[in-house]
């Protein structure tokens, strides 16, 4: 009988502890038994830990790589920096306005030319009045988009195939032109039937599609294109609801340089400046031409917050690849990695625990500690030059974008400015907590949960809510 109530004393004990205890509580969960979770909440101001589990082990995090992206650009390049992408002559201008020479678009790594998403969406009537200010009324030559600043390895070797040739992991060229994304239109009808393609917008020349899709009872897009590297092959596979008139699947442009420059050669047509030669990509030797235009993006700053705010994994690579070109090499993977390595170092922050291959987290080779992540969150509020910029470019839960359903409803509506980060058997948050006497900061990463990811969510929730009592 003693036995029994000392144990049962026991049981209760420890019941009582995980209670007083979150993170007890949390990995105690069936659902996580057997995940890989490193987690870490400390407080800003004090330095305190308010509660860590395997904080120093790396975990995928997925999109939450991006505050690794926007912070070393804000710190590198400043919130007021501008993209350029500039229009160059070569050759002279006759008396008889004829541009003996070529027009060349020097690529800059801007990703807002033409973009939906931020900046100046139709952009080529200035180009055009560029040309006519400097007098040119014909063009004995061509149109050459110079795509030099980034290398020619435009996928990242690193990314899955299923993402390869689709809109949200397009390929990073030194010129981006309308986010580098198409949207094929198709028309499906009755369920188990192919849906007919109907056209392509932008009209993209050559394009040749293996269509695979099928018409389903679903009401969402799953729709996948695949297709290498500036090829214009591509297959889509997956579903689309059937029964529409229209319905949009998109992909990525597979050479948005070349695609700018033939759009910017029938501007220029269609304005009376005749060109006698077809458009081409090409190199062409810094500062050998004249400048006649120079067309600057939005500041750093609204390009970051779009980032964060939308998880935009476009605008996060360009950025990337762009920290690489800033050591004065053409912009590669490599370059940007050992650029932000270095830079981290520096700072006192503990990089051997940062695997980063890419500057947006669609890599499932990616891998970053709780610890890391919040010795750099810590730095961008309490050291950096740009601690507001970086802030307010973070998403606020119960607000736009992708925090807008996280902790709602709760005592932290409000209160988390946080970036999330999910692919497939990845859930991650990092980010601030504002309470009423102190602000947290906090990494909280799940990779492979025994459950559906808004399972794992709710999970999370409970945690976050439990500690900020």
Not at 125 to 135: E, N, Q, S, T, Y
Not at 153 to 159: D, E, S, T
Not at 202 to 215: A, C, E, Q, R
Not at 286 to 299: D, F, M, T, V
Request: charged fraction near 20%; aromatic fraction near 10%; charge should be neutral.
């Amino acid at each position: 009988m003693n036995h029994i109530k000392l144990t049962f004393l026991f049981s209760l004990i420890a019941l009582q502890l995980v209670a007083q205890n979150p993170v007890a509580g949390f990995l105690n969960s069936k659902l996580l038994e057997n995940a890989n979770i490193s987690l870490l909440v400390k407080d800003v101001n004090t330095g305190q830990t308010i509660c860590q589990s395997r904080a120093l082990n790396v975990a995928i995090p997925a999109s939450t790589m991006k505050i690794v992206t926007t912070a070393t650009a804000l710190e590198m390049l400043g919130p007021d920096f501008r993209f350029e992408t500039r229009l160059e002559i070569d050759g002279a201008i006759g008396s008889d306005s004829t541009l003996n020479g070529n027009l060349y678009i020097r690529g800059g790594g801007d990703p807002t030319l033409g973009s939906d998403k931020l900046g100046e969406k139709d952009f080529l009537p200035k180009w055009f009045a560029a040309l006519k200010a400097a007098g040119i009324k014909k063009i004995n030559g061509r149109i050459i988009a110079d795509v030099s600043i980034f290398d020619q390895q435009v996928i990242n070797p690193k990314w899955t195939w299923q993402d390869m040739g689709n809109y949200y992991a397009p390929g990073i060229h030194g010129i981006s032109y309308l986010d580098n994304t198409y949207r094929m239109v198709f028309r499906s009808g009755k369920i188990g039937t192919t849906p007919e393609i109907l056209r392509s917008e932008p009209d993209i020349p050559g394009l040749n599609v293996d269509n695979h899709l099928k018409s389903t009872g679903i009401s969402f897009d799953n729709g996948y294109f695949y297709g290498a590297p500036f090829s214009l092959d591509r297959s889509v596979y997956g579903e689309i609801p059937a029964n529409r008139n229209e319905f949009v699947v998109k992909g990525d442009i597979p050479n948005p340089g070349l695609l700018l420059a033939r759009h910017l050669h029938s501007c220029l047509s269609d304005s009376g400046i005749s060109i006698t030669e077809s458009p081409v990509v090409q190199s062409y030797p810094a500062g050998a031409g004249k400048i006649i235009y120079r067309q600057l993006s939005p500041k750093l700053g609204e390009i970051i917050t779009e980032t964060n705010i939308k998880s935009n994994n476009h605008f996060a690579e360009y950025i990337f690849k762009y920290i690489g070109a800033k050591t004065g090499k053409s912009g590669t993977t490599d370059d940007a990695i050992d650029t932000i390595n270095k830079y981290w170092k520096l700072k006192g922050l503990p990089v051997d625990q940062l695997f980063q291959f890419d500057g947006s987290g669609l890599s499932p080779c990616d891998a970053v500690s709780a610890n890391f992540f919040v010795e750099l969150l810590t730095y961008m509020k309490t050291q950096s030059r740009y601690a507001d910029d970086f802030y307010n470019s973070l998403p606020v839960n119960g607000g736009r974008g992708t925090l807008s359903t996280f902790l709602v409803n709760t005592s932290l509506e409000g209160k988390v400015h946080a970036k999330s980060g999910t692919i497939e058997s990845v859930k991650c948050y990092a980010g601030y907590i504002e309470l009423k006497n102190r602000t947290l900061v906090f990494a909280l990463m799940v990779n492979n949960a025994n459950g559906t990811s808004r399972e794992v969510v709710n999970q999370m929730e409970k945690f976050l809510l439990e500690v900020a009592r």
